[in-house]
């Protein structure tokens, strides 16, 4: 079994359009969506916003509904300045920037597991990033018309470090304060690394794969919902989709 997370409705709707045989099972305010997409058993399950609503979510994906690995799409803030509205980012390693229990541990160190980073599943992530290439080349004729209302140019596939925290990004004080202390960081937002840390206790496989909505900072030039609608939940569906196919 298979557990797709998302934080927003608009980045499940099309994948849960497309299974076979859906059922719903409520459990601790969440509607979890059992079923069969292009052969395979998933749950599909809306985590909501933030590090715990994530972590109960994951958790109970696993516990209750048997997820052997999962896989989290959903949008993020740009932090890279290779980092652009409409590029799509496979999260290599995910990291808490809000954690901070020194001078009991390191700076970020998530307390008793003794590291910070948490790497991704390498053979997810890989198919993830290819789906995600071919998704772009696929999608770009569709998607021409959305792109350009947008402001998107030519998007591109990132892999590397995606920080999460509690908080949404939303001034240049704060995102240039995450890049000087995290200059790897390629985006910020605001679940991943709390699925990172539940799938390493569970020691289960888990992929993170991420839109990027906006720069994390005051200008916001993008429709977040339109971008969401038009952009972000009709290219998650199409990676998931290839990823599966292939
Ligand atoms: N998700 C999308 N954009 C974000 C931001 N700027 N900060 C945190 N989470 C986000």
């Given amino acids: 079994m298979l557990a797709l997370m998302a934080a927003l409705p608009e980045e499940l709707g099309s994948l849960r359009a497309a299974l076979d045989a859906p059922a719903v099972h409520h459990h601790a305010g969440r509607e979890f969506t059992t079923g069969r997409l292009d052969g395979y058993e998933v749950v599909l399950v809306l985590a909501?916003?933030?590090?715990?609503?994530a972590a109960i979510t994951a958790t109970l994906a696993v516990e209750r509904f048997g997820a052997q690995a999962v896989i989290f799409t959903g949008v993020a803030g740009g932090l890279h300045r290779e980092a652009r509205v409409g590029d799509i980012v496979v999260a290599r390693e995910l990291l808490q920037h809000d954690l901070d229990a020194s001078p009991l541990f390191p700076r970020h160190e998530v307390p008793l597991t003794g590291r910070a980073r948490f790497a991704t599943d390498a053979v997810l992530s890989d198919a993830l990033a290819l789906a995600a290439q071919e998704a772009l080349a696929i999608e770009s004729q569709a998607l021409a018309a959305s792109w350009a209302t947008l402001g998107i140019v030519a998007p591109r596939v990132h892999e590397g470090l995606v920080v999460s925290g509690d908080r949404f990004v939303a001034t240049a004080l704060e995102s240039e304060a995450l890049r000087h202390e995290l200059p790897d960081a390629l985006a910020v937002e605001m679940e991943?690394?709390?699925?990172?840390?539940?799938?390493?206790?569970?020691?289960?496989?888990?992929?993170?794969?991420?839109?990027?909505?906006?720069?994390?900072?005051?200008?916001?030039?993008?429709?977040f919902g339109r971008f969401l609608r038009e952009v972000a939940g009709p290219m998650s569906a199409a990676v998931v989709r290839r990823w599966l196919f292939s």
């Fill in 48 to 53: 909501r916003i933030g590090k715990v609503a």
């Fill in 192 to 223: 991943g690394a709390a699925l990172a840390q539940v799938c390493h206790d569970c020691d289960l496989p888990f992929a993170v794969l991420r839109s990027i909505s906006d720069r994390a900072d005051e200008q916001a030039h993008v429709d």
